[in-house]
């Protein structure tokens, strides 16, 4: 079975600082997805990025980037210009083309932004 | 849209009883998912429905019990609850199942179980 593992339980950052979550994981399948979750405190679960992993370029999305490394394969996510907003659970989370009904979350990494 | 919606927010149950967490959505998705969320633990899988009619396992399915009837719902039945049950269990859905599709979670529900 996929596992995924978020080393980092807790994190912070000062605002407008760069601040980067790691995120490994295993799998024997080929090809799969990865995805970074954020989840603030009002609970509600938002997808920050994806990645396919044949896709070689990084994914973006404005202040957020991957760093996918998929023969050591890690996923981490980086924030940049960090802003209060951003404090919050941030998720991994993995899944297979193969057995693709069963997505695998990380434990998560708690994030805090400080003014 | 109201996206997916989930009820209640909060529950507080004894051991034994039974009770349903309703899940609906209304993007017309095909696949619909339910995960609980434990301290430490990240989310996991406890059953999913790729269409009407046709639910599956997840890696936790032990003491729940879904349906999935139309499109719209799909239900989570607890038969008997127990305190490991306590957790915070959402509801997601996404166009088709797994791969690229952006999942959608619901808000959540607190459930207790004393």
């Known amino acids: 079975a996929q596992t995924v593992t978020q080393s980092q339980p807790e994190m912070s950052v000062q605002e407008a600082e760069t601040v980067t979550l790691s995120c490994t994981y295993d799998?024997?399948?080929?090809?799969?997805?990865l995805f970074w979750y954020k989840q603030p405190p009002s609970r509600q679960m938002i997808l920050v990025i994806r990645?396919?992993?044949?896709?070689?370029q990084n994914a973006t999305e404005n202040r957020f980037s991957v760093n996918f490394q998929k023969a050591a394969k890690s996923f981490s996510l980086k924030i940049s210009d960090s802003q209060l907003g951003d404090t919050a659970m941030y998720f991994c989370?993995?899944?297979?083309?193969?057995?693709?009904?069963?997505?695998?979350f990380g434990a998560g990494t708690r994030l805090t932004v400080k003014p | 849209n109201a996206g997916v919606t989930q009820t209640p927010k909060f529950q507080v149950l004894k051991t034994g009883q039974s009770m349903t967490l309703q899940c609906a959505q209304d993007?017309?998705?095909?696949?619909m998912s339910w995960y609980r969320q434990d301290p430490g633990m990240g989310l996991r899988l406890i059953h999913y429905?790729?269409?009407?009619?046709?639910?599956d396992q997840g890696e936790v399915p032990n003491g729940y019990n879904v349906s999935r009837s139309t499109t719209e719902d799909f239900p989570l039945r607890l038969l008997s609850a127990a305190p490991s049950q306590t957790s915070v269990y959402f509801c997601?859905?996404?166009?088709?199942?797994?791969?690229?599709?952006?999942?959608?979670f619901g808000p959540g529900t607190r459930l207790t179980v004393l």
């Open positions: 429905s790729v269409g009407a009619g046709i639910t």
């Open positions: 993007m017309n998705h095909e696949y």
């Open positions: 799998t024997s399948e080929s090809n799969y997805y």
């Open positions: 989370a993995f899944i297979g083309e193969r057995d693709n009904n069963d997505m695998r």
């Open positions: 990645q396919e992993a044949y896709k070689q």
């Open positions: 997601a859905s996404s166009l088709t199942s797994g791969t690229y599709n952006e999942q959608f």
